[in-house]
């Protein structure tokens, strides 16, 4: 049976993970789409242990990069990392639920998105929210498409409406080592966001 664009249909992938929204929830982390399992290291968001998102996080809340790393296993501290979210209020899902991988990489220019995630829905499950990060170029594209919003450059936010919510969309550099950044450049960026929304 074929599915979009003469591709198989059961090349479809269908998101692996439940939104992770904390009570409380202020702010909202969209990236795009999980890597492929094989490359995950643990059960949980941003699970490439080759991508920095938690190292970044361990440089802005601990001053330490690899705070919520466990180097020798070469994994991350999922437990430490679910604490310190709940802790501040910060949700974590993606822009897209159902993908196809146009070639075997984990790379957003190579994921065809098939279903975007219901934004309105997720924001609704979150009234405390007042701000969204996206952590990747197809992400802003789904978030500023929805919102019909001007995009923000690299590390700048814009404001935009959700019923009666003002709120505001941060773009953040991405947490990939594809993106020609340092760790720590991107966790500056990060950590000026995380000061503006009040959790620093």
Known sequence: MEGINGLQANSVEQHPLKPFLPEGCRLLMLGSFPPAKKRWCMDFFYPNFNNDMWRIFGCVFFKDKNRLVDVEAKTFRREEIVALLNEKGI?????ACRVIRTKNTASDKDLKIVEQTDIDALLHRVPKCM?????GQKATDVMTGHFDMSMPKVGASSGFRFGEREMRLYRMPSSSRAYPMKTEEKAAF???MFRECGML
């Not at 701000?131 to 952590?135: E, F, G, W």
């Open 91 to 95: 949700g974590l899902y993606d822009t």
């Open 131 to 135: 701000a969204v990060v996206t952590t």
């Open 190 to 192: 990060y950590e000026t």
